[in-house]
């Protein structure tokens, strides 16, 4: 048996410090929409969060959370770039294969929950549960339902799939993102940046977060820049990433605030990269994060409107005070997280092509 190249080694460990990444960044994901305050229950709102709850949810799900999505963006640029050539035949290849990973489990997942919220919606039984104010499904026009479905002026009926359907545009935009990345990387960095920063962007689909973090991986990948080479400066770089949530919790509502943002982000996005190497040094760690990284899409995919109803039926049952929402708002995404893996890898052995399918082929 041949033993690998190093340059097949060191790929190979580079998408292995990205695959321990995937299963924890959807996880956050999941706090982030954990972290709502209060909840519509028929036509009513229901909320019991006191100033402490409010900041607990604030640091972990606007703070600490928000760490997820740029570094998704990042990576899913880094990624779509990775063999730093792009010539018309990859193009092809690519959007080829997004629309299996991306296009299928985008229409899926938003036909299974509009017909599942229809339905819920006629029996009188649920019809609480999901009617509240919104328009009833069944009074939809037929462009509006092919709005809820892939989300064409707004967030799809799965709203977390706006993700899916911005790196979808992204993809089909690729030959500019790419010119732009190859051949002016700086100009195109600093104006994304500028534009992010001063919250000026028009364009409602896609979000800047979007166009520029995945712009920002496109720029390392197509230009051969080494994606671990903060390593050396860790230590600074978790500082900064501190220092940068304490200025964003200081700036809010002042005009500082998006600037400060936009700083936290990227050090959100160097830090999570290098403590990857921590994660791959602890062989207990890296092999469970590797072991649970198949089911992050699917996790991404089923937690809403998981999490909702799991919340709804929770602040049903009991009187909701500031301690039950702050016990709901640290458990319950994680019980949502093991039911959506365990669903997952049982899916996979029982019917492993769809679960394929209905993942992205993950």
Known sequence: MHSPTPAKAASVKRLERLDVLRFPLILLVVYIHAGTAGLTLGNGIVAADSDFVRATKYIGSDLVGRVAVPSLFFISGYLFFDKHSFEIDDYVLKIRSRFRSLFIPLIFWNILLFSAIFAAQKIPQTASYFSSRNKLLSSYSPFEVTDALIGISKSPIAYQFWFVRDLIILSLISPIIYLTARHLPRVGTALLLAIWASGFWSVPIPDIVAVACFFLGSVVAVNAIPLFSLDRYAGLIYLSYAVSLGASWLARDTMFDQPTIV????????????????????????TILLALAPASFFMFAVHEPTLIIIRK??????????????????????????????????????????????????
């Open 263 to 286: 700083l936290s982000r990227l050090a959100a996005i160097a830090a999570a990269l290098c403590v990857t190497r921590l994660i791959v040094r602890s062989n207990p760690m890296r």
């Open 313 to 362: 039926i929770i602040y049903r049952l009991l009187h909701v005070t500031p301690t039950v929402s702050l016990l709901v708002y640290l458990i319950v995404p994680l019980v949502v997280a093991a039911m959506a893996t365990i669903a997952y890898f049982r899916l996979r052995a029982s019917a492993p092509q769809f679960a394929a399918l209905i993942s992205g082929g993950r």
